[in-house]
C-alpha cells in the first residue's frame, strides 16, 4: 500500500555534496516523524537526522552543522542535503517514516525505504 523510495545516492570525493530524496507513495493519509538512518560495512546502523511533521529537527552529533534534513508534505517527500562529506559518511542511507494509512479504516505503521548508498571517496 505505501512504498518509500530513496534516490540521489552516489560516489563523491571528500568535501563535496550529495542531496538524497525519499518519495513516499500510496495511500497515505498523514505522515508523522521522518527519519534518515545509515549503516556502514560492519557498522550499526545509525539514526542521522530526524524531522517531524511540523518542521521540528534534530541531528546526530556526527552530522551537525553539515547535513540537513528538511521535507515538503505536499509532494510527501523527504530531504537530506549532504555537505562537507567526509569518508566516514560512506554508508547506505536509509529513510523511515511513520505514516498513517487509509484503506477501510485508518491505521499507523512504519515504513522503510530501500537504502541508498553513499560513499565519499579520493
Known amino acids: 500500500q505505501v512504498q518509500l523510495v530513496e534516490s540521489g545516492g552516489g560516489l563523491v570525493q571528500p568535501g563535496g555534496s550529495l542531496r538524497l530524496s525519499c518519495a513516499a507513495s500510496?495511500?497515505?493519509?498523514?505522515?508523522?516523524?521522518m527519519n534518515w538512518y545509515r549503516q556502514a560495512p560492519g557498522e550499526q546502523c545509525e539514526l542521522v537526522a530526524t524531522?517531524?511533521?511540523?518542521?521540528?529537527?534534530n541531528y546526530a552529533d556526527s552530522v551537525k552543522g553539515r547535513f540537513t534534513i528538511s521535507r515538503d508534505n505536499a509532494k510527501n517527500t523527504m530531504y537530506l542535503q549532504m555537505n562537507s562529506l567526509k569518508p566516514e559518511d560512506t554508508a547506505v542511507y536509509y529513510c523511515?517514516?511513520?505514516?498513517?494509512?487509509?484503506?477501510?479504516?485508518?491505521?499507523?505503521?512504519?515504513?522503510w525505504g530501500q537504502g541508498t548508498q553513499v560513499t565519499v571517496s579520493s
Open positions: 523511515k517514516a511513520a505514516i498513517v494509512v487509509v484503506t477501510h479504516r485508518l491505521y499507523a505503521n512504519v515504513y
Open positions: 500510496g495511500s497515505i493519509f498523514s505522515i508523522n516523524d
Open positions: 524531522i517531524t511533521a511540523g518542521g521540528s529537527t
